[in-house]
C-alpha cells in the first residue's frame, strides 16, 4: 500500500506538470458545457430530446467525455512514454508489480477525472441551472462503473503500445468512434434505434446511459452495468497480463 501510494502521489504531480494534458482533462469539459450553454437554443427545451434541454443532457455527456480524456488519450500516451524512455524498465528493478504500476495509473488519472466532473456539475448547475442527479448514489455508481471500464481499455492499450506516439495514436483513434456513440455530435436521445442499440454496448455509450439514468432518478440500467463490468474484467484482466515493462 505504501508503494501504491508513493507511486499514484508522484504521477499526480507528474500530470500537473503537463499543461495540455491537465487543461483537456481538468478544464476542457467545463468550457464545452460553458460555449454550449452559452447558445440559446440550448437552453429551450426540445421536443427532439424528449422535453429537455440540450444543455441538460451535455452537462452529463461532459462527465464521459472527462473520463474518455483521461483514460483513453492520457494513460495510453503516459504509459508508453515511460517504457519507451526506459523508465518501466528501472521500475522493474524495485518492488513495483504491473498491477501497482497499472493501478496508481487507474487511481491518479481517477483523481483528475474526479475533479473535472466536480466542477462541470458546479458550473452547470449555477450557470445553467442544470439539476443535480435525483439518485447522488446511483450517480456516484454510474460514475465508478464507467471510470474502471474505461480506464481498463486506456491501461490495456497502454500495456500493448510499444511507444508514445503509438499509444497517443491509439487513444486518438479509439477517442471518436467512441465519444460519437456517447452523444459528443449527437445526443443519444436523437439517434435512431440502430445508433442507440450499438452506444449501449460500448463503454462510453452504456456510461452515459447509466449517467443519465442516475440524473433522472433511478439507478444505472442493468445493461449498462453488466456491459462496463464485463469491459473493466477483460481489458483489466489483458492489461495486467500483457504488461511489458520494456
Same mark, same amino acid.
Given at each position: ?6 507511486l499514484?502521489?508522484?504521477? *499526480?504531480?507528474?500530470?500537473? &506538470? ?6 483537456f ?13 452559452? *447558445? ?5 427545451p ?16 461532459a ?8 483514460? *483513453?488519450?492520457?494513460?495510453?500516451a503516459v504509459?508508453?512514454?515511460? &517504457? ?6 528501472r ?36 450557470v445553467?441551472?442544470v439539476?443535480?442527479?435525483d439518485?447522488v448514489a446511483?450517480?456516484?455508481?454510474a ?7 474505461t ?34 455530435w ?7 434505434g ?9 463503454p ?28 473493466l ?10 504488461f511489458?515493462?520494456s
Open positions: 500500500m505504501r508503494v501504491f501510494t508513493k499514484t502521489l508522484t504521477e *499526480i504531480k507528474l500530470f500537473l &506538470r503537463e499543461p495540455m494534458a491537465a487543461f482533462v481538468l478544464f476542457f469539459p467545463t468550457l464545452l458545457v460553458i460555449i454550449l450553454g452559452s *447558445i440559446p437554443d440550448f437552453r429551450k426540445s421536443d427532439d430530446l424528449g422535453g429537455a434541454r440540450g444543455i441538460d443532457l451535455y452537462v452529463g455527456i462527465v464521459i467525455l472527462t473520463l474518455a480524456m483521461a483514460a *483513453i488519450q492520457v494513460t495510453p504509459l508508453a512514454l515511460y &517504457r519507451e524512455r526506459g523508465v518501466l524498465r521500475l522493474a528493478t524495485t518492488p513495483v508489480s504491473p498491477l501497482t504500476m497499472l493501478s496508481a495509473q487507474l487511481a491518479s488519472n481517477g483523481l483528475a477525472a474526479i475533479v473535472s466532473t466536480a466542477l462541470v456539475l458546479v458550473v452547470g448547475r449555477v445553467f441551472d439539476p443535480l442527479a439518485n446511483g450517480f456516484v455508481l460514475f465508478l462503473l464507467t471510470a474502471a471500464g480506464l481498463a481499455i486506456g491501461l490495456f492499450v497502454a500495456a500493448i503500445a510499444p511507444s508514445g506516439k503509438a499509444g497517443n495514436a491509439i487513444g486518438t483513434l479509439l477517442f471518436f468512434p467512441l465519444m460519437f456513440f456517447a452523444g459528443l449527437l445526443p443519444r436521445e436523437a439517434m435512431p440502430v445508433l442507440q442499440r450499438i452506444a449501449d454496448f460500448t462510453l455509450g452504456a456510461g452515459e446511459r447509466a449517467l443519465s439514468d442516475a440524473m433522472t432518478g433511478s439507478w444505472p440500467n442493468m445493461l449498462s452495468a453488466t456491459v462496463l463490468v464485463g469491459y474484467a477483460v481489458f483489466g484482466f489483458a492489461a495486467v497480463r500483457l511489458r515493462w
